[in-house]
């Protein structure tokens, strides 16, 4: 079983994102224009529908609906970061502290993977869709009523397929315009994080950046230079450009639906066979261990169970005591309380001597709620854990957002 990230780690990774989102220097965006965007995130995230899987967030939305998403943060130009977790991507988040805040920063979470739909029917939370990344890539691909088309520019892929997949999108009638593609080869994050290339990829004036690396360089990379990027939608795409380049022969529909596709990618890429083994060896262990435990601990639930929050504050902090199911039937008073504690602009407490029990919905808002309170440098802050809660925190994998039991 793998083990409990060590919440220093966290901690640490806590800074260095908040250095990177504060970052003023060499900032192609006016200070003004980060106020609105942090305003506007403000005002959306703890009304995002977003659930907690095994320690990441996942967002309910299907397609028609992630599409208006999409045309509406284009016509605004803010900063909106794509993540796609599938099954590789939950195993990395296990081990890899710093991975696990690059998703946890994201603006959209879409869950690529069939096993994951699969988990989270298994504990109620309302994921219905897979929306993988390629075939996000292939919807936005589509010809659209609109007149103009979506301008993206690739970076990343091998050799030269980049420039040969945007030459072939240029050739088409599709509903993408490559404004530009470049491979910067193989180096550091700082190697690929140069002036020259940021002013390269700035200067296209692209809608979507679309990043062709592995998961965690990808990440990375995107954390990396989120403030000195330019086009609003920024999403790692993987082994898309394979795809689109026919280098590859993606999974039949059929495949892909019923969870299989690995068998594919395995014959068409045998290298893949250990990252499928090891991932699907970690996974069994993690369903063992913590998903067949909370399925029989959700038995017991109550989903029509209620919830009170009362609030407490000083001049100091703000105390919130959440009494009864912090279920997702009752997360809309839970929103309502933590707008108006936010408000304050104080610490943030959270009590949950009387909580009863917290589902996959409102690990989702508490994550959300971290966001905001990490934005501010602070700390989200949790007392009155009893073994059984501290317990169902760790089934869940989200141990890392309490007080170590040492603290």
């Given at each position: 079983m793998l083990g409990v990230l060590l919440n220093k780690l966290a901690s640490r990774t806590f800074c260095v994102l908040n250095t990177l989102r504060t970052a003023r220097a060499d900032h192609p965006v006016a200070e003004t224009e980060q106020l609105r965007f942090v305003s506007v995130v403000e005002q959306d995230e703890l009304d995002r529908n977003v659930y907690g899987l095994l320690g990441i967030p996942v967002d309910a939305v299907d397609f028609p609906n992630l599409l208006k998403q999409i045309a509406t943060v284009t016509e605004l130009r803010r900063p909106f970061l794509i993540s796609t977790p599938n099954v590789n991507f939950l195993m990395k988040s296990q081990k890899n502290a710093a991975f696990r805040e690059s998703i946890?920063?994201?603006?959209l979470c879409l869950v690529d993977g069939m096993p994951l739909i699969w988990i989270a029917k298994l504990l109620r939370v309302a994921i219905k869709e897979r929306v993988a990344g390629s075939d996000l890539?292939?919807?936005?691909?589509?010809?659209?009523?609109?007149?103009?088309?979506?301008?993206?520019?690739?970076?990343?892929?091998?050799?030269?397929?980049?420039?040969?997949?945007?030459?072939?999108?240029?050739?088409s009638d599709c509903g993408l315009e490559c404004v530009g593609a470049l491979n910067p080869g193989f180096g550091s994050i700082?190697?690929?994080?140069?002036?020259?290339?940021?002013?390269t990829i700035n200067a296209s004036q692209a809608d979507l950046l679309a990043v062709f690396f592995g998961a965690e360089k990808a990440q990375t990379w995107l954390i990396h230079n989120h403030w000195h990027l330019r086009p609003p939608l920024r999403a790692q795409f993987g082994a898309t450009i394979n795809f689109e380049a026919g280098t590859v022969k993606r999974a039949p529909p059929m495949l892909r639906s019923t969870g299989f596709e690995w068998l594919w990618r395995i014959k068409e890429e045998p290298y893949l066979w250990r990252r499928y083994w090891n991932d699907g060896l970690a996974l069994s262990r993690l369903f063992l261990t913590c998903v067949l435990p909370m399925m029989f601990g959700l038995r017991w639930v109550r989903e029509d169970a209620p919830l009170s929050i009362t609030a407490q504050e000083d001049q100091f902090l703000v105390k919130l005591r959440l009494s009864g199911a912090a279920t997702e039937v009752n997360v809309q008073i839970a929103i309502n309380a933590f707008h108006k504690a936010l408000l304050a602009n104080k610490r943030l407490v959270v009590d949950l001597s009387q909580t009863d029990v917290i589902d996959?919905?409102?690990?989702?808002?508490?994550?959300?709620?971290?966001?905001?309170?990490?934005?501010?440098?602070?700390?989200?802050?949790?007392?009155?854990?009893?073994?059984?809660l501290r317990r169902w925190f760790h089934l869940n994998r989200f141990e890392y957002l309490l007080p170590s039991e040492t603290s």
């Open positions: 946890l920063a994201s603006d890539f292939g919807r936005l691909k589509a010809k659209t009523d609109s007149d103009r088309r979506l301008r993206v520019f690739l970076f990343g892929g091998a050799d030269d397929l980049a420039a040969k997949v945007g030459a072939k999108l240029n050739a700082e190697d690929m994080s140069t002036p020259e290339i940021i002013r996959a919905r409102f690990f989702g808002l508490l994550l959300m709620v971290r966001k905001r309170v990490e934005r501010r440098q602070q700390a989200l802050e949790f007392v009155g854990i009893s073994p059984r």
